[in-house]
């Protein structure tokens, strides 16, 4: 009934403050406001399990995530939800600001998205993470920032990392191959008519790169499933990497993340498939 009353805010692109509002306590530890650069952008907050029988033995999984907004909005604050659902199933999370169009263009968010994860690594072990167990995930132009630091070797390089050291990454709701491009904001954010091809995480794809988890909405209105999330798990499949993909009946573009707070988990298994993915507690 609460998902109901809750899908239609949601499909309007309301606050997510509502859905943190009614995430439980007592299931996370929230170290907020962790600078991992000098602009005041270059922020993360930090959610671990509330103790040590939550998280997996020899180390916690730990997931760095980068929201959506198409490069033009967001703020880490509002996906507290996220935090504590991941948390609560023993995985260290790790909620990235990262600088925004108009200030920035492509390809400083990536190069912003990757001294995330480079802060993510370094610390993990102080976090009672594994650093061997990391993971990058987003939802929307968040899924291209995880995928291009995951498909395209120059940003983690920018960080002195390389995909090597990711476990995986996980990409909801990701567009991957979008030119041309129509929206206005995201012509902006990415100099269109002068955006370079390889800009398109599609273009990165080769043998050996991590394995993924694609999730996206079978009738997603704003980002083509079939073009990105088909299309790059086509690919990488044809190359033998490890892919996981599924397009989700119930859900849409927004409310496909939204299934991860505790109120709307009936409408997807998101937090499910994500928690297998990366190794963390089932649900009790």
Known sequence: MLAALLTPLLQACSPLRIINALAAGGTYKATPNQAYGPHPRQQLDVYQPINSANAAAGGAPIVVFFYGGSWTTGERKDYLFVGEALASRGIVVVVAD???????????????????????????????????????????????????????????????????????????????????????????AFNWPNTP??????????????????????????????????????????LGVKVDAELLDGVSHTTIIGSLARPLRSLAPVLDKVVAFVGGKPAA
């Open 197 to 238: 091809p390889d800009s398109q995480a599609l273009f990165h794809v080769k043998a050996g790169t991590p394995r993924a988890l694609l999730l996206a909405a079978r009738n997603d209105t704003v980002v083509s499933a079939q073009r990105s999330t088909v299309g790059l798990s086509e690919r990488l499949r044809s």
């Open 98 to 188: 990262y600088r925004l169009s108009p200030e920035v263009r492509y390809p400083v968010f990536l190069q912003d998205s990757a001294q995330a994860v480079r802060w993510a690594r370094d610390n993990a072990q102080r976090l009672g993470a594994d650093p061997a167990k990391l993971y990058v995930m987003g939802h929307s132009a968040g899924a291209y920032n995880a995928a291009m630091l995951a498909l395209d070797a120059r940003w983690l390089a920018g960080a002195q990392m390389s995909a090597e050291q990711l476990a995986g990454w996980i990409g909801i709701a990701g567009p991957y191959d979008f030119l041309p491009i129509g929206a206005p904001d995201v012509q902006v």
